[in-house]
């Protein structure tokens, strides 16, 4: 199982699937398309039957119940695309075998190394066989590594009929690093009871909460004359944008911030002395906390605006999704299936909250709980993103025994 494990990850790491945030079409890239078709027909070769790919770029497929008793129907789902911000494509893997500790040469030429210094994580995976990226670009364990486990597992119970298991439906979405992984996504045909997105990064990672977030854009209007004539008539937008941003409290930050604790992030921010705008993030596991962030963002444009004049400051917030916790907990059957899995193939389970997003939180609030569990992908989004190997196989057993634990 394990080589084929590693040679269906290799080979999808290796297909471009890049989103894109300035697209206006969905999915957003057609890169995605042409990944969604590969899939389509490994699903077919495995064996999976409905395999479905429809105008938006979902694919879906069943692996029919092998035993007459009416169980659950269970869904896994993962997302096809890479993030957008940093270079997907012409990823070239590489394979460490039997790591022994110390930095990693990814990229000679360019001076690149993966160092436990800077990634503590390493110093734990001595011993282990590892991938790596070349350090040009991500290597797409984010979120490949999921498909591979929900395939290879898949695979593997087709060719076990003798492990029991009910119906199983697998999902592949698009665009799910750009937010919008499950916008067209199709609860009533997916039909599963309920579901897992096979989508976080450490070992054991067995999560069902995750942040409530929002988005804010801040619009700053002030008066250009010359400076040389400006006492009295110039108004800075960007001195009163950057008046704003030291009104929020300055540790309240992701740099500063860890665990449940939430912040507020300045994206990004561009302007000129007429006019400026500020790009935020906001989030908070707690929804009073949440509410009361966006508030206080919301109360500082008002003081703001009764400084400089009604209209300076223009704020537009809007919600971008919930903490699941809020719906997993009505359903803990879910939760307590993955948890016994976990335990019954050796796996410590991890309840760290999600500092982020998952299609799985907007599922849940489509009506599909969906908690999210471990991939064995570490760094995702950047250079320095590696698997273990060893922890990817962990994830595709423990897929197989939820599979069969569901029908007990």
């Known amino acids: 199982m394990q080589e084929a494990l590693v040679k269906r990850f290799l080979r999808y790491v290796k297909t471009n699937t890049m989103s894109d945030d300035k697209s206006t079409t969905f999915p957003s890239s057609s890169v995605q398309l042409d990944f969604a078709q590969i899939l389509v027909e490994e699903c077919k070769a495995i064996g999976l039957t409905d395999v479905t790919l429809d105008e938006n770029g979902y694919v879906m497929a069943t692996l029919p119940a092998n035993i007459s008793k009416k169980t659950p129907v269970i869904g896994f789902i993962s997302h096809m695309d890479t993030v957008p911000d940093y270079p997907g494509e012409n990823v070239n893997p590489q394979v460490i075998e039997n790591y022994q500790g110390g930095a990693i040469?990814?990229?000679?030429?360019?001076?690149?190394?993966?160092?436990?210094?800077?990634?503590?994580?390493?110093?734990?995976?001595?011993?282990?066989?590892?991938?790596?990226?070349?350090?040009?670009?991500?290597?797409g364990a984010d979120d490949?590594?999921?498909?591979?486990?929900?395939?290879?597992?898949?695979e593997y119970l087709i060719a076990h009929p003798e492990i029991p298991h009910g119906?199983?439906?697998v999902g592949f979405t698009p665009d799910e690093e750009v937010g919008h992984g499950v916008d067209y996504f199709n609860v009533a045909a997916f039909g599963a009871d309920f579901a897992y997105t096979i989508d976080g990064c450490d070992l054991g990672e067995l999560?069902?909460?995750?942040?409530?977030?929002?988005?804010?854009?801040?619009?700053?209007?002030g008066v250009s004359v010359h400076p040389g004539a400006a006492k009295n008539k110039m108004k800075n937008s960007l001195s009163i944008a950057c008046e704003y941003q030291s009104l929020l409290?300055?540790?309240?930050?992701?740099?500063?911030?860890t665990g449940h604790e939430g912040?507020?992030?300045?994206?990004d921010m561009s302007g000129s002395v007429e006019f400026s705008t500020l790009h935020y993030i906001i989030r908070d596991h707690d929804r009073d906390t949440f509410e009361k962030r966006k508030q206080t963002m919301a109360g500082l444009a008002h003081v703001l605006n009764q400084k400089y004049g009604e209209g300076t400051v223009e704020i537009e917030i809007h919600d971008s999704y919930y903490n699941m916790k809020e719906v997993i907990d009505q359903h803990p059957e879910v939760m307590a299936l993955a948890e016994k899995a976990f335990k019954n193939v050796g796996i410590t389970p991890v309840f760290?909250?999600?500092?982020?997003?998952?299609d799985g939180s907007r599922l849940s609030f489509m009506g599909l709980p969906c908690p999210n569990i471990f991939t064995g992908g570490y760094n995702c989004h950047g250079k320095y993103e590696f698997a273990v190997i060893s922890h990817m196989l962990q994830a595709t057993k423990a897929i197989i025994e939820i599979s069969t634990l569901a029908t007990k």
């Open 105 to 139: 040469t990814l990229n000679a030429a360019e001076g690149i190394s993966l160092n436990p210094g800077q990634f503590p994580i390493l110093n734990d995976l001595v011993g282990e066989s590892l991938i790596t990226t070349d350090g040009t670009t991500v290597l």
């Open 144 to 154: 490949k590594a999921g498909i591979a486990e929900i395939l290879t597992a898949m």
């Open 167 to 169: 119906t199983i439906r």
């Open 207 to 221: 999560q069902c909460e995750n942040f409530n977030a929002a988005s804010a854009k801040i619009e700053f209007h």
């Open 249 to 257: 409290p300055a540790l309240e930050v992701p740099e500063h911030t």
């Open 263 to 267: 912040f507020y992030h300045l994206h």
């Open 352 to 358: 760290n909250p999600i500092r982020g997003g998952t």
